[in-house]
């Protein structure tokens, strides 16, 4: 399973809102909270205390 067919089951672990492909494909974001998780050899971590935060967020 790919990263883009990952996107239509995951969710944001903080508001449970959807998350985008970044376009280097290197992370997923949530607009609603503002925050990137980072993907690492190909597997989102998908911790909030690890996200990157782009300001702005809830």
Same mark, same amino acid.
């Given at each position: %399973?790919?990263? !883009?067919?990952?996107l #239509?089951?995951? &969710?944001?672990? !903080?508001? !449970?809102g #959807?998350? %985008?492909?970044?376009? $280097? ?7 609603a909270?503002?925050? %990137? ?6 597997i $989102?971590? %998908?911790?909030? #205390? #690890? &996200? !990157? ?5 809830k």
């Open positions: %399973m790919d990263i !883009k067919e990952l #239509e089951i995951l &969710a944001c672990p !903080k508001c !449970k #959807e998350l %985008m492909l970044t376009e $280097p494909e290197d992370g997923l974001v949530c607009q909270c503002n925050l %990137m998780y980072e993907i690492r050899e190909g $989102p971590v %998908m911790l909030v #205390e #690890e &996200a !990157k935060d782009l300001g702005g967020g």
